[in-house]
């Protein structure tokens, strides 16, 4: 069911000096902080040539990165994002499969514009998924 890694999300509270790691020490193609207020984080972009880093810093009070933040101080790998040709058979799947989808459950517009669902942690290895709609 799932195509191309879309992006690793990495989520850290100081993006300036996270998106200075990727494009000073690193040599990546880096894109400015653009604030998500509708996320609740900011985002840099950083362009591979086979797939993305997505840098995530909390944005505002309900930042749902701010509780890994906490369990994780100096940053981490937050989630890893797989593309889907059709969301709501990839939902449909999921929930045929016992998984656990967060929130209400159904797709809502990511921060590229795109269907998305999060698949909790527990049922894959411990590592949060996002399915987006290609
Ligand atoms: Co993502």
């Known amino acids: 069911m799932i195509g191309?890694?879309?992006?690793?999300?990495?989520a850290t509270r100081d993006i300036a000096s996270a998106a200075a790691v990727y494009r000073?020490?690193?040599g990546a193609q880096v894109s400015?902080?653009?604030?998500?207020?509708d996320h609740g984080v900011t985002t840099v972009f950083v362009d591979l040539p086979n797939t993305k880093i997505e840098?995530?810093?909390?944005?505002?009070?309900?930042?749902?990165?701010?509780?890994?933040?906490?369990?994780?101080?100096?940053?981490?790998?937050h989630h890893v994002c797989y593309e889907v040709d059709d969301i709501h058979a990839a939902v449909a799947q999921m929930k045929a499969k016992g998984a656990t989808i967060t929130g209400s459950g159904e797709p809502k517009i990511?921060?590229?514009?795109?269907?998305?669902?999060f698949l909790h942690p527990?049922?894959?290895?411990?590592?949060?998924?996002?399915?987006?709609?290609r």
């Open 24 to 26: 000073q020490t690193l």
């Open 32 to 37: 400015d902080p653009v604030p998500q207020p």
């Open 55 to 77: 840098l995530l810093e909390p944005l505002g009070a309900n930042s749902p990165i701010a509780k890994f933040l906490e369990k994780n101080p100096s940053g981490g790998v």
């Open 4 to 10: 191309r890694l879309n992006h690793v999300a990495i």
């Open 110 to 117: 990511g921060a590229h514009g795109k269907p998305v669902v």
């Open 122 to 133: 527990k049922d894959f290895v411990g590592t949060l998924i996002e399915l987006e709609q």
